[in-house]
C-alpha cells in the first residue's frame, strides 16, 4: 500500500484526536510510522493500525476504518486539487478517480495498484459502485465517498448491495446537495 494512505491516516487520526493518539496508535502496533507518501508498505501495517485503535477509540474495526476514510478524504484531495474543483459534485468526482487520478497515481507510483471502479446510473440520483481490489478495503471506500460528499456539501448515502470484505464489494451511492446558509 502507498505511503499517501497511511499519511491520510495520520492526518485523520491527528485531526480526530491529537499526535500522542497517532504516536500510541504506533507504539500499541508495534509501527515505526515513518511512511513517505512515495514509498511502499505492507498492508499488515493498516490492520495493525486498525487493531490497535479499536480498543483506544472504542469502534468497531468496519466503522473505524469508515470514520478514518471519510476523515482521510481531505488530504487524499488536497494531493489533487484542480481535479477536485473541476468535479461538479460527488458522483461526478467519483467517475472521475478511474480516468483522471487513478492514471496521474501510477504516473507517479507505477508499481502502485490501486483500486478499479464501475459505475451504473439508477434511479433517484443513485450511482452504483463496483469497487474491485485484491486489498478489499470497500470499507475504507466508503469512507472516502462520505468524504467526498462533506466536500462538496452533499449529503451522502452508502448502502452496501454485496460484498462488504471481498474483492468485490457493490455500492448505492445516493447524493444530496444540502442547502447553503446564508
Known sequence: MKGVIFNAVEEAVVSLYNEETWDDLLDAAKLDGHYTSLG??????LAALVGAACPMTGHE??????????????????????LVDQAEGTHDFLRRVNDIIHPEVLKLHPDAKPPAFEFEDREDNVLRITYKSARKLGILAEGLIIGAGDRFNEEVTVTIVSG???????????????ATST
Open 164 to 178: 462488504l470484505g471481498e474483492e468485490v464489494t457493490v455500492f448505492d451511492v445516493r447524493a444530496v446537495k444540502l
Open 40 to 45: 511502499s508498505y505492507d498492508d499488515a501495517d
Open 61 to 82: 474495526p468496519n466503522d473505524l476504518v469508515r470514520v478514518l476514510g471519510r476523515h482521510a478524504f481531505p488530504h487524499l484531495a488536497s494531493r489533487y486539487p484542480e
